[in-house]
């Protein structure tokens, strides 16, 4: 069982209470102040891109975040449910592809760049994106 | 903690305080701006970001569109920022190599002064 | 659908958590400040119930809260999963029959004395306290 | 904010200072540290309550177990604590009635001074 568990409406204004839980919680688990930064923004990146989506496909539905403290890792993992056809994948810069929607792909490149460690599985029927990052042997609270 | 907004003129240049967090949250409102400040005729925009506490993509994603807006009146979008955490996800994201990004708005002025 | 629903295994620093949050949406939603130390507390005393019935009862099992902001007012809801026997009622305080764990009802007591609105759902399956507090028309997101 | 515990003997007294969250997450070393004082024969504690930011009910547990304990040695426990927020969490738990409660480390010694 995840250790915590959020689901949350497809808000802007919950992308920060996600930012914010992550944070705590990767502090308590004994990630390195230094980290802290990159879990905030990976973290909010993850939540921003879900929160998107399912504007875009399903407003109605929740968004869910996962996070563990087991296995000497702080692990979060991101699920939306919008159907993810948009291939964002890796592109060369080319200013007039830019848009300044999310399809833009910025997010999943910050999240690459921070994360210590990420996977994103992308589905019809939603992506999960799965972040870690080394937890310190300090962390108070397993389970 | 929430974003501020301001901005003003001097000499060609409109400069764009910007102060707290631009994040899926509060980047609409810079981007209202943004679109605002092209509406009435300004095209060269210095945003200064030496007061953002928080950048997230969806903000890089509003930087990106002005300066296409600028850019399609021959304007320019160039940036104030000397934090390491904020500047490290220009460079994450490759957007060192679109926006100028300088030390201080005088060292903007000055590259700017030289240019026209 | 709650706005944010949190769910935590049974250990006494999600409660912590559960604080942030709550504190944090409290405060967007536009809970007076005055009354933020106010629904930390009650949602603390009422968590703390939570994860001492739990680990009592069923310590694998998850806790839940969540928080809604709809309705012009800040509402909190923290389910356990704990069969509560205990009949937590007001009794005349008498130092003798005071224990120092949860069972003396301190916490109900303190939720009760802070929550604007309380009601308490005890049941065979588990207990559920729901609070509210006055939510300011400046709050910003709803949903 | 975690808690930090320190404590030191004056004149009869033993007082004991608390600081930052007495909660279900540190309230255990309260609890423990209360016991260790008991089984020492340190049986007339002050606990000064002046820097604690947070109490819950887990921490008035706490405090509740410590008088049962002094008071099977003919002890007592008493509370230093000005602060609404901390006191409003006595009242409405009715303990007000239960603890000596008074405004200053000195008070509480002067008034011990004249019960002895
Ligand atoms: N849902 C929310 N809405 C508004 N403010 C929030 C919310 N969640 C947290 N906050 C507040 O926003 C502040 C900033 O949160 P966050 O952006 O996560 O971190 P930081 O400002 O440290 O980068 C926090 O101090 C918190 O009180
Ligand atoms: N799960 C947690 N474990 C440890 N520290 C936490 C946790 N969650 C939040 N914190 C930190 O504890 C601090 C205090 O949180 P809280 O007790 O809710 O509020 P306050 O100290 O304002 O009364 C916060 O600033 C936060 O950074």
């Known amino acids: ?143 | 903690m929430d974003l501020k907004l301001d901005h003003h003129n001097e000499d060609r240049l409109t400069i764009v305080e910007v102060e707290g967090e631009i994040d899926v949250y509060t980047a609409p409102r810079l981007r209202e701006l943004l679109i605002d400040l092209v509406n009435k005729g300004n095209f060269h925009l210095l945003v200064n970001m030496e007061k953002v506490d928080f950048l997230d993509s969806t903000g890089l994603g509003v930087l990106v569109g002005g300066l296409k807006r600028v850019r399609a009146h021959d304007g320019s979008l160039e940036l104030v920022c000397t934090q390491e955490r904020i500047l490290k996800i220009f460079r994450i994201t490759g957007l060192t190599k679109v926006f100028g990004i300088y030390a201080s708005v005088d060292e903007a002025k000055e590259a700017h002064g030289r240019d026209k």
Not at chain 1, 4 to 13: C, Y
Not at chain 1, 116 to 131: A, N
């Open chain 1, 1 to 143: 069982m995840a250790t915590v568990e959020l689901t949350f409406s497809a808000l802007p204004a919950h992308v920060r209470t996600a930012r914010l839980v992550a944070t705590a919680i990767a502090r308590r688990t004994g990630v390195e102040e230094s980290l802290l930064d990159e879990v905030r923004l990976a973290v909010g990146e993850a939540c921003s891109r879900a929160v998107e989506a399912h504007r875009a496909h399903c407003p109605g539905e929740p968004i869910r975040i996962e996070l563990r403290d087991d296995s000497g890792r702080f692990e979060v993992t991101v699920s939306d449910l919008a159907p993810s056809d948009e291939h964002e994948q890796e592109r060369p810069l080319d200013l007039s592809m830019l848009s300044d929607s999310y399809t833009s792909g910025f997010g999943i490149a910050v999240i690459a760049g921070l994360a210590d460690d990420v996977e994103v599985f992308p589905s019809p029927k939603g992506m999960r994106i799965r972040m870690s990052w080394p937890a310190g042997l300090n962390g108070h609270a397993a389970g």
